[in-house]
């Protein structure tokens, strides 16, 4: 047993904290938990998740987490460097992401020039129809034009079409229809883009914890890029893990929707290597910590 490992094991036992308790508290599996006491490192996931599952460990119990990783640091296996040229959060933003809102968009303003490029054109053409008759000076004037006088039975043919022109339309209401629906998908269209474009509004940002709300937000599609080694996963509001992102590789991506959620934290274990997305924008974290939380809540005062 290490130095280390049979530090955390006392504190813990004069604590009276088991260590299925402690995995509780920690969200780390017993089994690591029981590595760490015993000083089998190499059984943890990683160099980095042994540092973080000790300071978490550390934490659980009250203990300075700094002091710890100071006093008993050289025990644990070292994390990769990160290299120097990492992009920035700007860099990191998403380009393309840009470019798609731009296409959709450009794809309904054509539309709406075109409808009145026809309007404006079809107006110009009825006014110079309008002048032209008025200027014939061949025609007759209205004063001098002959009455027109109309038999009973030319008034009841008449009556009898305007009839059936009514009928034929109350008859078939498909081209009302139709042109309300292709207004009703418009506006859906255009609502969808301004979701899409919305950034969460940071209601608070302590202990690590940043409290983001969407209420406002129809669709939470998150999107978490792993740019190196960290540890990842999301959970409930009661604390439970919903989903976790052990398999990620360094370079992949992975993209859930939360829609039909009130509430999902997103525990990032290494800020400086993980980026995350909401509905296509990047969030930026509010604090330069290395170890996060991201809280969408649709409920945040």
Do not use: W
């Not at 081209?175 to 919305?198: F, G």
């Not at 009661?238 to 976790?244: H, K, L, Q, R, W």
């Not at 039909?260 to 990047?282: A, M, Q």
């Amino acid at each position: 047993m290490s130095e280390l490992g049979q530090f955390l094991k006392t504190n813990r036992e004069q604590q009276g904290v088991s260590l299925e308790r402690l995995q509780e508290l920690t969200k780390i599996q017993k089994r690591y938990l029981a590595a760490i006491e015993e000083g089998r490192h190499d059984a943890l996931p990683g160099a980095f998740y042994a540092r973080a599952f000790v300071k978490s460990y550390a934490e659980a119990l009250g203990l300075n987490a700094d002091e710890v990783l100071e006093t008993y640091g050289s025990e644990l296996p070292q994390p990769k460097q990160q290299t120097s040229d990492l992009p920035s959060r700007t860099e990191r933003m998403k380009p393309n992401n840009v470019v798609k809102k731009k296409k959709k968009k450009s794809t309904i303003l054509p539309v709406i020039l075109v409808i009145l490029f026809v309007i404006v054109v079809a107006a110009a053409i009825y006014l110079f129809a309008q002048g032209s008759g008025g200027n014939d000076s061949s025609g007759v004037s209205p004063e001098n034009d002959p009455p027109i006088e109309m038999d009973s039975n030319d008034e009841a043919e008449k009556e009898d079409s305007d009839e059936n022109i009514d009928n034929a339309d109350k008859n078939d209401p498909s081209a009302s229809v139709e042109q309300n629906e292709e207004v009703d998908k418009m506006d859906e269209d255009i609502e969808e883009e301004k979701d899409k474009t919305k950034e969460p509004e940071l209601v608070s940002s302590e202990n690590r914890r940043s409290v983001y709300d969407v209420s406002d937000f129809k669709e939470l599609v998150v999107e978490v890029k792993l740019n190196g080694d960290s540890y990842l996963d999301v959970q409930d509001k009661s604390g439970t893990v919903i989903e976790t992102f052990a398999g990620l590789e360094e370079g992949e991506s992975v993209e859930l929707d939360y829609s039909d959620r009130d509430y999902v934290k997103i525990n990032i274990g290494n800020s400086t290597v993980v980026t995350v997305r909401l509905n296509g924008e990047v969030i930026e974290y509010p604090t330069g910590s290395v170890h996060q939380y991201l809280i969408l809540d649709r409920n945040a005062q």
